[in-house]
């Protein structure tokens, strides 16, 4: 936080932060649970005389709720251009509320047939339209009350309430391994995570009703028409891919050192699930560390440089991190090259997120961010658990997950080295001003 603040204004900032990012929280809660007991949820809902085939069309389900996220990102992030960003936060909550709710409580495939998977289903797409505006939003509402010369220490917050989700996620799971044998953490169990979401529900929403708009959006004289902003993402089209291409990097490494781990761990490695889970655990850990102290790093020395290099590295080490790792599986190489590329997402996203906030201009802000980020979640990140598993089946090649991680860190690259910043101060005084795009 900035030393310049009173301590009043300090604990209105933390709290302003906490609210904000409280939705956040629920919303990757409900998608780490349901990566962490695909298996699990294949069976209960997808049943198949084939292991595979049930987890794939579990891990296919996990997916498909990405694929509402640009759509989500669309719609929702006009709302919230136009309408102001308390609003679309509290849209999104009660959106994204309804489809945890729904996934917790619907019966097996064995009690109501068909319509079991496709109220699942349905949940999930629910849940992923919701999700399409709420990275978006919160980024650009911490942005918005960030203290100049702080942003990239904000903003870091929004991925840095993921990580508490994912860390907490992991610990009830870490809990109902060790009290519920595995046989009942297969048949029921596996529904204590999504229903104790569930019940934070009522105290989030409490928490985000008193948010406050920001002074920024308030400042704005002119708000956009739904049409005004659909025609200033269609100009802006080159911002927008750079973004989407910028994400891939963070969507595919967080999705893949996070939800697929556990099932990774033990279908793959052939790990105990508690094993997998205290892995994840620590992942979760690691992350919130790298996440702020990058972000406020890349206030001091810039975005690009640690863009770079994370790609960079990325690109040269995660395919031999996972051969290593293949090589002689064991709970102590699993958490080694976790943690490695652990550091390498949290240091790249810690400086990324607050970029993507800066290229977009300001009328479309929301709308833009949430669309780049939706898009590349859509068609990278959000399938890679079911893409990895699917690789390894095809290829017999376990370590192969790594050549994903490679190509995410290329779009990242040629991403990176495309955006261009145009007067960019970073200074403790000033703000970061705005970015564009090389030909643009």
């Keep these: 936080m900035d030393p310049m603040l009173t301590s009043q204004e300090r604990e209105s900032k933390i709290w302003s932060v906490v609210r904000v ?12 649970v349901f990566g962490y007991y695909a298996s699990a949820i294949g069976r209960a809902f997808f049943p198949s005389g084939s292991p595979f085939v049930s987890l794939m069309l579990s891990l296919m389900t996990f997916g498909a709720g990405f694929l509402m996220r640009p759509l989500g990102a669309l719609v929702l992030g006009a709302y919230t251009d136009r309408h102001g960003r308390r609003a679309g936060l509290l849209l999104t909550l009660g959106l994204m509320s309804f489809g945890i709710f729904s996934i917790a409580c619907v019966p097996g495939y064995a009690t109501i047939g068909l319509l ?7 949940g999930r797409l629910l849940q992923g339209f919701s999700a399409g505006m709420e990275l978006g939003g919160v980024s650009v509402y911490l942005s918005e009350i960030a203290t100049p010369g702080h942003k990239g220490f904000y903003v870091s917050w929004q991925s840095g309430s993921q990580q508490v989700a994912v860390m907490f996620a992991a610990s009830v799971g870490v809990v109902l391994n060790s009290i519920l044998p595995p046989e009942t953490m297969l048949t029921w169990g596996w529904r204590i995570p999504l229903l104790l979401g569930c019940i934070i529900i009522p105290f989030l929403f409490r928490l985000r009703k008193s948010l406050a708009e920001t002074e920024e959006f308030l400042a704005r004289k002119h ?6 902003i659909l025609r200033s993402l269609e100009s802006n089209w ?5 973004g989407t291409f910028m994400v891939t990097m963070t969507t595919v490494s967080f999705y893949m050192i996070t939800a ?12 105990s699930s508690l094993d997998s889970l205290v892995v994840t655990l620590c992942v979760g850990a690691s992350n919130l560390f790298w996440l702020p102290i990058m972000g406020a790093l890349s206030d001091r020395v ?7 290099g994370c790609t960079i590295l990325m690109l040269i080490t995660a395919y031999p991190a996972m051969l290593w790792l293949v090589k002689d599986a064991s709970f102590s190489r699993l958490l080694t090259v976790e943690l490695w590329l652990s550091f390498i997402y949290g240091s790249y996203n810690g400086a990324m997120v607050v970029f993507l906030t800066e290229i977009m201009p300001v009328e479309v802000r929301t709308s833009g961010f949430a669309l780049a980020y939706s898009l590349a979640t859509a068609i990278f990140g959000g399938f890679t658990p079911a893409l990895s598993t699917y690789l390894i089946h095809i290829s017999g090649n376990r370590a192969i997950p ?10 990242g690259l040629v991403a990176t080295l495309f955006a261009k910043p145009q007067n960019v101060v970073i200074d403790a005084e000033r703000p970061v001003a705005g970015c564009g795009v090389l030909g643009t």
Excluded at 223 to 228: A, D, F, K, N, Q
Excluded at 238 to 242: D, E, F, H, K, R
Excluded at 260 to 271: A, C, E, K, M, Q
């Design 302 to 308: 810039g975005r690009r440089p640690l863009l770079l």
């Design 402 to 411: 790594g050549l994903w991680l490679s190509f995410a860190a290329a779009c």
């Design 260 to 271: 697929y781990t556990p099932t990774f761990g033990s279908s793959v490695l052939h790990l």
């Design 223 to 228: 708000r956009p028409s739904i049409s005004e």
């Design 21 to 32: 990012s409280s939705g956040n929280f629920l919303e990757m809660y409900d998608f780490m």
């Design 238 to 242: 080159a911002i927008v891919l750079v």
């Design 116 to 122: 079991a998977p496709l109220l699942v289903v349905i």
